[in-house]
């Protein structure tokens, strides 16, 4: 038997159970493994993209792998804590704080996915809160659909001047220039779910973190300080395309705004957008220094206005609000839109610089 | 044009609003009705069961009947406030603040259902706070399936002692008697949507609501002090079981406990109860002074103890913990079961009085 502080057992599996997928493709996806080594409690979850585990410190706690059912983990939550106790009897896991004890049922680890051979590959040490900023600002660009895998991924790019995010899905793009400093060169292609769980790690880890390059795998290990935890992360294959070349590189209109004045202005002429094309004019008027947004559908139309800085020819754009508020949003303070034509792309980012940049095609007029 | 506090229009809409229903049975429910009649402004809802209405003043506001669609709403929302205006241009609403402005497309009233005669009738004056706490307190008890009507419906009772809300499913039922005074004897059957709505009205209400009986319908109108409030709602027919003969009158073991203890223990223990039963064991022993909760399903087995004062011989019992914790739910502070045997209805009331009972019926184990 061995106590856990709840929070902290808490915090370990919460990480870890987001893997486990809602409607499995192996069945064993469902359950969660856990074993004692004698130093760690092993907890592992498992679906087709993303592995995870966490380390928490039990001295003396040792058994056999062995797979428990999700609801171990409300069972846990169930406790009144704040410390947690954990056993194996007659193999069956009891876990108990004050009045409260719950006996789950386990199953054998048979057939499990083994955690994968980790050795060997390149090992990065990066900035684990630089990682999570570039991956959590892109990672909305990405497309749900399933018509071309690429873009159901999150490309990270070992260029010259540091790590690169990208993603898109062929009708905007996000991009996020990290001053992760990488000796290799190359791409690698994450599916979405590994971004987010990477996300997930990350937020909760402190200085570094390890990533390692594999053929076909990444693994991300990061130390929270209170446990230790790792993704396994298997790569999409494809070729990501030439995304350079949707990037405009000259811009006769250059408008500066504040982002959340202009997010509210969205929210609220997009009340009246069409549902079928979720158009929103925007109207950039250099001499009365104002951005007017336009929606009209078939309820009626919705007008609003925003004070804005201008450079350059007044324009009629016209932009899919959704498209256009979900590429502000990782803008904090001023925004600036390079707008490079009525129906070439607007290039956004942050007034005062940082990695950030988003690429968003104007719907045609 | 007329000038709202966007406050008031907004808590008067979101009055009305819910009795638009997603899918209604005659498209014009969908709408919302408005007029001007130059001294208020009447918006109002309808459905097959509740008309909805608001009367907000405003002096000089004067146009004939039109319908808007639901977007109207968020048009008056989205408005900048504190102040926002409207106005009727070219058979358009118009709903402008600061820069904000939205043109709502109207249609004509034609066909919207009329607003019922409501001359004649019986009136009563209640306390629309206690009018509140009894459909607040029994409305979870009706039943959600189609198989008995008059099960899915919330019985008002004008009865000596006072007036009684009253609401079963058939396996589970809830009282609450007011103290409000009633000179008229009978029943009538409000439908669950028509107590919701009500409890909507009355948490704005202040003082006293006007409750007026039809036949077939009832009033309930109430001043919030910024406008005033209607609901008709068209009675459900058909006759009520005579749910007294459900009460036990004995009870060999009665016990007291924390609400919020237990609901915590049977919330906890539930994680682990049968999906198929929902089924959590109840043990009471008054040598130990514990009540030990215990549910066991497919993954294994949980249990939690609560301090009991228990007055009478040691029992266990097997309920729906569902059914359980809703029935402690409008209880606050110590809550007592009064247990009738292991297959007879259990009793449930607050400790300290009022003028809520629960009747649980067991699981026969």
Known sequence: MVEFGQETIGKALN????VTPARPSNPLYAYIYLEGTGEDLV????????????????????????LVPPVFLRAVEAASGPKVRLAVEEGRIVVSSGTWEAVVNTAEPEGYPAWPDTGGGTELTIGAKELLRALGAVRYAASKDAWRSVFRGVLLEFVEEGLRAVASDGYRMAIYDTDIVVPSAGQI????????????????????????????????????????????VRLLEGEYPDYRRAIPTEFPTTVVLDKEGLAKAIRRVSALSSPKDHRVDVVFDGESRLATLVAEGDYGR?????????AGPALRQ?????????AIEPVEGEVVL????????????????????????PLRV
């Open 15 to 18: 990480l870890v159970k987001a």
């Open 43 to 66: 907890v592992r979850t498992a679906s087709a993209e993303v592995d995870a585990e966490v380390r928490i410190p039990a001295p003396g706690l040792a058994f056999s792998p062995l």
């Open 189 to 232: 292609l994450l599916p979405v779910s590994g971004a987010d769980e990477a996300v997930r790690l990350l937020k909760g880890a402190d200085g570094e973190a390890a990533l390692t390059l594999h053929k076909g795998f990444i693994t991300l290990t990061a130390d929270t300080g209170e446990f230790e935890a790792s993704l396994v």
């Open 302 to 310: 919705a007008t609003d206005a925003i004070r804005a800085g201008i």
């Open 318 to 326: 016209a932009y899919d609000h959704r498209y256009l508020l979900d």
């Open 338 to 361: 390079h707008i490079s034509g009525t129906f070439t792309p607007t290039v956004i980012e942050p007034a005062n610089g940082g990695g950030y940049r988003a690429v968003v095609v």
